[in-house]
């Protein structure tokens, strides 16, 4: 019972790493669709945000049955309490991808991103990639020590979303009232990816100490 108890869980993990490869490649092509104002990526984005849904459900079922039938304790209750948590933060990094997609898709043919801020989005669409790529990592290889690193990258993050504030807050801001607030959605998205991608490496950090 035990072995097929792990072997579940196992199963369940990877799940969970497609799910964080998923949002990643989705934020990775969101941020593409964005500045390139390319409308079959951003719609390429939405789409694929249904299979983000279908591994989460999947993933949750799986986790339920193993709290009802294994009646887990200790060290393995973590594991799959905080599987549950990952779920749902992969699925949300996921729909903020949507989130950048779908204003990449309003604004098309012309591109949400003024030429001012263009370098701050792409920055923060990478990092936003490689912590999901970190998170992948940590939860597939159950790293503690990584997960504390990612806690600290999401300072670049961090950074990044200050310096686009900065810029639309200066007087000399000449694209308008919808432009403005179109940027300001965005940084808070690209953020809030980063936190979902951080509080993965957080129940990983939870799953391995109990802390």
Partial sequence: MRSAFHHQLETLTQELGAMCAMAGEAIGLATEALLKADLVLAERVIAGQADIVAVNTGAEETAFALLALQAPVATDLRAVVSAIGIAADAQRMGGLAVHVADIARMRHPHTAVPDDVRRHIAEMGGVAEQLAGGARE??????????????????????????????????????????????????????????????????????????
């Fill in 138 to 211: 940590v939860l597939l290889a159950q790293d503690p020590r990584g997960a504390a690193q990612i806690r600290r990258d999401d300072d670049a993050m961090d950074e990044l979303h200050h310096q686009l504030l900065t810029a639309l807050m200066d007087p000399g801001w000449r694209h308008g009232v919808a432009a403005a607030v179109d940027v300001t959605l965005l940084g808070r998205f690209y953020e809030r990816f980063a936190d979902h991608a951080v509080q993965i490496a957080r129940r990983v950090i939870f799953q391995a100490t109990g802390r």
